[in-house]
């Protein structure tokens, strides 16, 4: 899976950024972070194969999730990006090819 530098979610435009170390308000190092009131979805540099769309396919989750305010919740947030990643692997799914 390529990772876009930006992608429309709604209306938005939320760009996609790698950081080296990123950080929750606890202290916990995270792979990747959703920060809806800036509009930018950070991925751990690093990051590799599935644990790269893994943790992009769950932070373009969370931008959903809060977008449309489903209140989705982290565990539901976690089931449907893997979810989604397991299907797009098991089916070898490659969306830029539609016919």
Known sequence: MKIPRK???GPHTYKVRRKKK???????????ECRVE?????LQSGLKN??????FLHEV???IDEENQME???NRVN???????QIILDNK???LSLD
Do not use: P, Q, W, Y
Not at 79 to 85: A, N, P, Q, R, V
């Open 72 to 74: 989705l919740g982290e």
């Open 38 to 42: 800036e509009r930018v979805i950070l």
């Open 79 to 85: 089931l449907i990006s893997l979810c989604l990643l």
């Open 22 to 32: 990123i950080v929750d308000e606890e202290g916990h190092e995270l792979r990747g």
């Open 7 to 9: 992608l429309k979610v």
């Open 61 to 63: 989750m969370h931008a």
């Open 93 to 95: 799914l490659n969306f």
């Open 50 to 55: 599935t644990r790269l769309c893994e943790t």
